[in-house]
């Protein structure tokens, strides 16, 4: 069973529904049913036509669903709508669906979550992470999500900053473990800068084409992390690069800054040193400073802390870091690296032990245990 393939076709097959005026709601949970039954039936019999099979089988789903609802008399007139089995039109609804996900009626932390559950294929465990919210929190704020748009006509799109921020959430979960995710965030990005002239636009679609270019250089042969300071430069996509550079370059012009603008400056910093010492820290925490202005956002100030570390001496990262929650994602890995630069390893080594046990991810603990154990021998000798 081709799972890329049922998440590629997902969000047309739910386009092709909602068009057709089934609501949100109805319309996921009848693709969800025929994703299940292509799981069942593909193995043994797969079909030529794979979209037009979902399209077909979910619209019957959703339509046997109508029947049985109260709502029965008024939806009967959409059954001389079902679509008639044979190939699909080769439309690409991903981003319209984005789009009508954001719908007015939900406040924008809503419409991202139901956005990012239903279109995104992200799981509410990674939704909640990037929230940094309890799983059960965010399984609460989907579900009034749906609720909410449920029966609402998708005839009002919503607004462009909600769809950058799924946009980007996806990105991040791509660029974290899925590479077919970040590399669809990417296109579906490239589509919006090609339609909407906004500088955000294009901050995030340069954000994204730097962090994407150092993807290569980013995992060693054996499947584990590489920190930045230690990548082989070497295997940057340059290409990548100078076209994230000269379109930050461009949106940063119209003097209009914002926050992923912002974020492309310090990616855009990193990708122009020849090497991790010659790394401008002293730019890059100013660019933290406005981003701090932008977003007040905590993950912000744990990573404007690291930078003033380097700028200033890990004693002034370490007292940045003090001013934080100690309880924020990555903030005793943080610790722990200023920690070492600082020359106190044992302190360091039980940080890194620590962060590893508190790590989201197996790569990432692996990392961590790996540095505790090699300042571990260091003290050892």
């Not at 709601?25 to 193995?43: F, K, N, S």
């Not at 309890?134 to 462009?160: N, Y």
């Not at 906004?198 to 290569?216: D, T």
């Not at 119209?254 to 990616?267: C, H, K, S, T, Y």
């Amino acid at each position: 069973m081709d799972e890329v393939l049922l998440r590629s076709l997902t969000p047309s097959v739910l386009a092709v529904l909602v068009r057709r005026g089934a609501d949100f709601a109805a319309a996921e949970d009848a693709v969800q049913d025929a994703l299940i039954e292509a799981v069942r039936v593909w193995p043994a019999a797969p079909p030529r036509d794979p979209k037009g099979w979902l399209v077909t089988v979910a619209w019957r789903k959703f339509l046997d669903a109508a029947r049985a609802d109260a709502a029965r008399r008024r939806r009967e007139d959409l059954v001389e709508e079902e679509p008639a089995p044979g190939p699909a039109p080769a439309v690409d609804d991903t981003l319209r669906l984005y789009f009508l996900c954001a719908h007015p009626s939900l406040t924008p932390s809503s419409a991202v979550a139901l956005t990012l559950r239903a279109v995104g294929g992200l799981t509410t465990r990674q939704i909640a992470r990037a929230y940094l919210v309890p799983e059960a929190t965010m399984a609460q704020r989907i579900s009034r999500a749906k609720r909410t748009v449920s029966g609402v006509r998708f005839d009002r799109p919503g607004d462009v900053a909600t769809v950058l921020r799924v946009l980007y959430l996806v990105f991040n979960e791509g660029y974290s473990g899925d590479v077919d995710l970040a590399a669809e965030a990417i296109r579906l990005t490239r589509q919006l800068a090609a339609v909407i002239d906004h500088p955000e636009v294009a901050g995030l679609l340069a954000l994204m084409l730097l962090h994407h270019a150092r993807r290569a250089a980013r995992t060693a042969p054996d499947g584990g992390l590489v920190p930045l300071a230690e990548q082989d430069r070497g295997r940057w996509d340059t290409a990548l690069i100078a076209e994230g550079v000269e379109i930050l370059q461009a949106a940063l012009a119209r003097d209009r800054l914002g926050e992923f603008q912002a974020q492309a400056a310090v990616a855009a910093l990193h990708a122009d040193a020849p090497t991790a010492e010659e790394t401008d820290w002293v730019q890059i925490v100013e660019w933290y400073d406005e981003l701090t202005r932008l977003t007040d956002s905590p993950v912000v100030r744990l990573n404007r802390a690291v930078a003033v570390g380097e700028a200033d001496g890990p004693r002034a990262g370490l007292a940045a870091l003090a001013e934080l929650d100690a309880s924020l994602p990555r903030h005793t890995a943080a610790a722990a690296y200023l920690h070492e630069r600082d020359g106190d390893l044992a302190t360091a080594a039980r940080l890194y032990a620590e962060a590893a046990r508190k790590a989201p991810d197996l790569a990432e603990r692996d990392h961590l245990t790996r540095q505790a154990a090699r300042l571990n021998t260091r003290r050892r000798r």
